[in-house]
């Protein structure tokens, strides 16, 4: 149903994802490093989801404060605004990281994205109103913006839920199939069938490897990207990292490691060997 009513505005959340793919490209190596805060890369988990914690969090406290109020209780204004002002402060947090994690999805996922983001942006709004009418003491406009608020965010979190539950964005893709293991070093290519420094497919059973060789040394990744499951052997290889052809998450070869956004989960890692003639793996490496 959500997607339903999302589609229609399908060319507006493509316009806003170009838009921000076109502000972060302009910023260049800056923007780059931006998005990989905002992604949460340092983190290893996306940091949206736990601003996102901080909004709900202060917005039901207010609430509880201001239900309080209704009983009597007096001298809660001045709490209710702080409390009201660090939701707002995680509300813009988690706006601009929410749109710097928007403009890496499409199909479906992107439209409800859009729908939650809009939701999330207007019941911030009425935070904004209902801070300012805490600290002036206006009862009847701080409930009405404050519950207007609360409840268009609840259902835009609601919303949120549903973009991950049901089409994992921000999930690890490869939590639940780390790939085959191989308790033994196991021939998955021949050499000769490794070209010197390009990303190539191989098999380990039904597991799909990118593989990399640089003369004698060879590394070997899984070859599904943990952000949204693109073939790294279409990608391409910076320094010693190896860029996904889809949203450019960039690993080390060395270890998996996540060295740009908006990947925020290692990737699966063999070790691998060049022996009689053929390329061997092991692993995962745990």
Known sequence: MLERIARPLGGLWRGIAGLMNGIYGALG????????LL??????????????????????AAVLLLVLTWFGIDGLYVPMAWTLLLAVLAALGAIISGLTDFKDTFGDELNVAGMHGVLNIIGTAGLVIAFFAAWAEAATLLAVSLIAG??????????????????????????FDTGKRAKEFTRVA???DVPENTPTRAMLGTTALV??????????????CPHASASLSKGHLEDGNIVCPLHGSTFRLADGAVRHGPATARQVRYQARISDGGVEVQGPVD
């Open 150 to 175: 609360y409840l268009i965010l609840s259902v835009g979190a609601f919303i949120g839920g549903h973009v991950v539950f049901k089409f994992g964005a921000g999930v690890n893709h490869n939590a």
């Open 29 to 36: 190596g800056p923007g780059k490093l931006l998005a990989d």
């Open 39 to 60: 992604h949460g890369v340092w983190l290893g988990h996306p940091l949206h989801p736990l601003i996102t914690d901080v909004v709900v969090g202060a917005g039901t």
């Open 211 to 224: 593989v990399v060789r640089r003369g004698d040394v060879v590394y070997a990744l899984k070859d599904s």
């Open 190 to 192: 021949g050499v000769a």
